[in-house]
């Protein structure tokens, strides 16, 4: 038996995340699908980590093993045919037995897309929130230093959710604007569920002048949702890369 590992990218729009659900198009379901026919058995994916309901992957990692042998550089090739056409392998590896996509994973790169736009934007809707606010972008670009270290994050979660341990660290978060397109960059050692989403609606409302810079500290220590900006839509978020 030997290890593989995977690098895939997809289009989230019609799926209900990464993870396996029963009766419901996901992501993990179709990759097993395809494997199957592949090797002419069950195999199971590991993947570094879920992805929610529409959100995209530019480089999302995973891993299975099995006992066939098979030439790993033109497996992509020959696995995308048997894929839907809104997700594809870009890459395959033979790797140590002992490697896990999800818990050896270092870090983690997220992309959250913004179009600033007047007016409803039909080829950017499922690929970048649309925001028709006049937002300071020199304010959303000096509140990313506020987030960056090691915090309890627990008030960038959902309000409703349990989770014994929330602090992360963030490595980098930067804000770019190139026109009406703004991109929000993330890498930290872990995410909390929604955290980038709300993080980033956080930073469109320190655009807005709706939250203060001073504030920012003040919600992250106080630990509770009701201070952070809302959850922004799962479409304009993209895990971009993992580090290993």
């Not at 807005?208 to 992250?220: C, K, M, T, V």
Request: with cysteine; proline share 2%.
């Amino acid at each position: 038996m030997a290890r593989y590992k995977l690098t895939l990218c997809y289009d989230g729009s019609e799926y209900y995340g990464f993870q396996r659900q029963p009766n419901l198009p996901t992501v993990q379901s179709a990759l097993e699908e395809a494997l199957a026919k592949r090797f002419q058995e069950e195999i199971t994916v590991q993947a570094s980590g879920r992805t929610d309901a529409g959100v995209h992957a530019i480089a999302q990692v995973a891993h299975f093993d099995t006992d066939k042998e098979f030439d790993t550089s033109t497996f992509g090739y020959s696995l995308n045919t048997l894929l839907p056409k809104d997700i594809a392998i870009t890459s395959c590896e033979k790797v140590d037995d002992n490697f896990h996509a999800r818990f050896d994973a270092k870090s983690k790169t997220y992309l959250y897309k913004i179009c600033l736009s007047k007016i409803h934007s039909p080829l950017k809707r499922r690929y970048s929130h649309i925001c028709f606010y006049d937002l300071d972008v020199s304010k959303m670009q000096e509140a990313c230093k506020y987030f960056v270290g090691e915090h309890d994050f627990r008030a960038f979660m959902l309000a409703d959710e349990e989770k014994q341990n929330t602090v992360r660290e963030i490595y980098s978060l930067q804000v770019e604007q190139n026109g009406e397109d703004l991109n929000v960059w993330i890498s930290g050692n872990g995410f909390l569920h929604n955290m980038v989403r709300i993080i980033a609606g956080t930073l469109i409302d320190v655009g807005r002048g709706r939250i203060a810079l001073e504030d920012i500290p003040e919600i992250i220590n106080s630990k509770k949702h009701v201070g952070t900006g809302k959850t922004l839509e799962p479409c304009g978020l993209y895990l971009y890369k993992v580090e290993y």
